[in-house]
Every structure is written in structure tokens, then in C-alpha cells.
């Protein structure tokens, strides 16, 4: 299947590259988070742009889903600022969930529910009239095949019918921002590929997205560009070709390793996801 990657502009470690003039969506500027002693995010910056698939690679642990709380106004951070769409999550909370979908990796789906009850419930949240609410969940059933199994209940679903489910309702109220961790965890190879089609395509109308991952062949395959994080610090940045290019490495995987291995407290074993197609 072809994804095609539009980005050809961006930032890979001391390279600089012309800036493209896409308006920003989002924003992170030296964020940092600590839990403690633990400090899970250090001063990490980067931006996504609209009509983009920005990746954020790392592997367990570096610190991918606490920035996506933060972005989302579900955590504060210690120091440092994040915009989402210019505005800070925390100075209009309500407005930011209408313009913002996001997608954890413990889908939360209410057990008892039908898709139709949760994706009208959601949209409801979201301030929608009843005839907006019905059209985008006609369109939704359609575009995402949730038609067989719209109306039953949300515990007896698949894993794959459980994660359309859960981007349906991540979607139902149009977002202008869509923020996604982990969307393919629990999916064979099929459902994975039918999910990554998807964002790309919320990408090429005009969408954000942020796509949070440690599927190294899901980055190569879906994503305009990368951001390389560990131990809360961002790596390297660029397209798969531009990282390639600043570690001097021959595949994605190998240019992971390098910008991880190189990072500050960076030499250990990597949980990451290493397919034949990337060796």
C-alpha cells in the first residue's frame, strides 16, 4: 500500500533546512515534565504543521504519551509551553476538545454502549446539533465500516472493530487537530494497515496529525516527518530521508539506533519494532 510522504522540509539535527510555509498547529517549546526525580519529558520542542503526519518515535518509556496529555490540557506541565492551534490547552479547555481528536491506546470505549451511542454521545459533548450529529455518523459508518457492527454493543467487538470504533469517535466532531497514541498496538496487520490509511488521509484534507509510535515500518510508511525522542529529548528530526542522510545510515532502523545510541544515556537495549522490510 502507498503512503505517499509530502514533507520535504524540516530539521535533522545541525542541518538547516529552508522552513516550510504550512501554518502551524501545534507547538511544543522546551517542554518538561517531571514526576519526581523522574524527569519523563526534558525540554523537548517540535512542531506540527496542517496537512501533515508528524511521527513521534521512540521506544517504551521516552516520554511520547506524556507530551500527548499535555497537548491534550489532560496533564500541566513542569516548565515550558505547548499550543495547540495558538492557544494554550489550559486558557480555553472546552474550545480546545472541540477543535482537538484524540486517540490513547487504551481505547476507553464505554462496554455497554453501541458505537452509534458512543460516537452520539461525543459528538453531542462537542456542542452538535442532532442533524449534524446523524449526517456525521452516517458518513463515519461509511468511510470507516462500522456498519456491521454499529449497534452492538462496544464489549462484543473486536480488537480491530474496537480501534474503528475508537477513531470514529476521535473524528466524529470534525477536529481540526487529530492526536493519536499508539493506534495499532492490539491489530493484526490488516487493521493496522486500514488505520494508518485512515490518518493519512485526515492528513491530506488538511488535517494535523500526531501520530505517537515505536513501530519504526508504521513511521516509514505513514509519516511526513519524525521526531526521534528518548529519555524525553528529541534525537533527530526530518524525513525518513533526511535522518538517513544526517546519521549516514542505510534504513530507518539503522538511523534510530544511531541517534538513540548517540543521545546523552543513550546506550541500552531499545524496545522497538524491527520488521525484515527495515533490515
Known sequence: MDYPNTAQRGTVLDMEI???????ALRVDALTREFGDVRAVDELSFHVERGEVYGLLGPN???????????????????????????RPGDNLIELRRRLGYL?????LYARLTPREVLTFFARVSGMSDSQVSYRIERLKDELGLGEFIDRRCEKLSSGQTQRTAIAR?????????????P???????????ILKRLRTEADSGKAVLLSTHHLSEAELVCDRIGVIHRGRLCGEGTVSELKQATGADSLTEAFL????????????????ITEAET
Open 170 to 182: 476521535a473524528l466524529v466532531h470534525e477536529p481540526d487537530v487529530l492526536i493519536v497514541d499508539e
Open 104 to 108: 490513547t491506546a487504551d481505547t476507553g
Open 258 to 273: 544511531r541517534l538513540v545510541t548517540d543521545a546523552p544515556d543513550g546506550a541500552e537495549t531499545l524496545p522497538v519494532e
Open 184 to 194: 495499532t498496538a492490539t491489530l493484526d496487520v490488516l487493521a493496522a494497515q486500514f
Open 61 to 87: 518509556g521516552a516520554g511520547k504519551t506524556t507530551t500527548l496529555r499535555i497537548l491534550a490540557g489532560m496533564m500541566q506541565p513542569t516548565s515550558g509551553s505547548v499550543e495547540v492551534l495558538g492557544t
Open 18 to 24: 529552508e522552513p516550510d510555509s504550512r501554518p502551524l
